[in-house]
């Protein structure tokens, strides 16, 4: 039975076996979706339990939780993950581990149709499926009465990465426009991966549906946090009038800076008025995702597919994972007075 609490936010990426974080798998239901989502939630433990390797697979090493321990007591902030297309929200362990070593509860859920080997361009590019997926993970969690009791009603953040920070930006009050994502994509062609991926899946940015414009927002959405946001050049950003942090993965002139949302991309951070704007130096989109096994990048180049465990040379994953934390622990910080 849980009995949750957090205190607020982020310390320490190193962490000892008393400071784990307490790991619960969920299966959400949503109208919206033919099946429960499958989700997870971390919170503080107050006691010991075995411990238990979260998200490890032939190229991801995991995390490390408690099965399932005693929750800590209290009333605290909610953090809700939203992960790229392809993604899963148990590889973002990583950055839930850190969240809730300094006391925050974190979940999510994996969107269905734009998930690991599940992972549709059609569906993928679907965001309101997506806003709809955390807005449905909130209907519950608001209303399951062991964990809604711990949740502060008036800190409610959503952080997402790549198409989850789109999600996540969205969830704030962005909307797209049908006419300019046509004309971004018409000048970029398939050079630009928010354009090629759909593409790939024969959508046609002329035909979009009406719901790619439509206002997604969730009111109980305190703040937002965007990572490398996908589909950023199209965005409609005067209704989002919550605190935003926006996270570029590198600095001026690195990879993915064209298709981000600063000076080379979208310059989305110009055009929110509530945006705090952060570049991580050294990593590209890929960095955001978990440690790698040692022989992930061979293994991935033998069967074709993305580099997705290949960093810059001299940039070390853990210690850009430390420094993105750090960003968004600042940032929610700030917006407490802590």
């Not at 982020?10 to 499958?38: C, I, N, T």
């Not at 059609?122 to 062991?146: C, G, H, K, M, Y």
């Amino acid at each position: 039975m849980l009995r949750l609490t957090l205190a607020l936010l982020l310390a320490a990426s190193s962490l000892h076996a008393e400071s784990l974080p307490g790991y619960l798998p969920l299966a959400v239901p949503a109208a919206h979706r033919p099946a429960p989502m499958k989700g997870a939630l971390w919170y503080p433990a107050a006691g010991t339990a075995p411990e238990i390797t979260i998200g490890a697979d032939a190229v991801f090493v995991g995390t490390i939780a408690l099965a399932a321990p005693t929750p800590a007591p209290g009333l605290h902030p909610l953090i809700v993950l939203s992960h790229g297309s392809g993604g899963n929200v148990d590889n973002l362990g990583w950055l839930a581990q850190a969240l809730v070593a300094g006391g925050a509860i974190v979940i999510g859920v994996n969107h269905q149709g734009s998930t690991s080997r599940d992972s549709q361009p059609a569906t993928a590019t679907a965001i309101w499926n997506r806003t709809d997926d955390i807005s449905a993970l909130l209907d519950w969690a608001l209303a399951n009465p062991e964990l809604a009791p711990r949740i502060d009603p008036a800190s409610i953040t959503v952080l997402g990465f790549s198409m989850g920070g789109a999600t996540a930006l969205h969830l704030a009050g962005a909307r797209q426009s049908a006419a300019a994502f046509a004309e971004y994509c018409a000048t970029k062609g398939l050079a630009a991966p928010d354009c090629s991926f759909p593409h790939s899946g024969g959508v046609d940015f002329t035909k979009l549906p009406a719901r790619w414009q439509a206002d997604l927002r969730d009111p109980r959405v305190t703040a937002t946090i965007a990572v490398d946001a996908g589909f950023s050049h199209a965005m409609r950003t005067e209704g989002i009038t919550i605190p935003t942090l926006l996270i570029n993965l590198g600095t001026k002139g690195a990879p993915w800076q064209a298709s981000g949302t600063g000076p080379e991309g979208s310059n989305l951070a110009a055009r929110i008025p509530t945006a705090e704007y952060v570049e991580i130096p050294g990593a590209i989109h890929y960095t955001f995702l978990g440690e790698c096994t040692w022989a992930a990048p061979l293994m991935l180049w033998l069967s074709g597919e993305d580099a997705i465990c290949s960093d810059p040379a001299g940039t070390n994953r853990a210690a850009a994972h430390h420094q993105i934390a750090t960003a968004i622990t600042g940032f929610l910080n700030r917006q407490t007075g802590s």
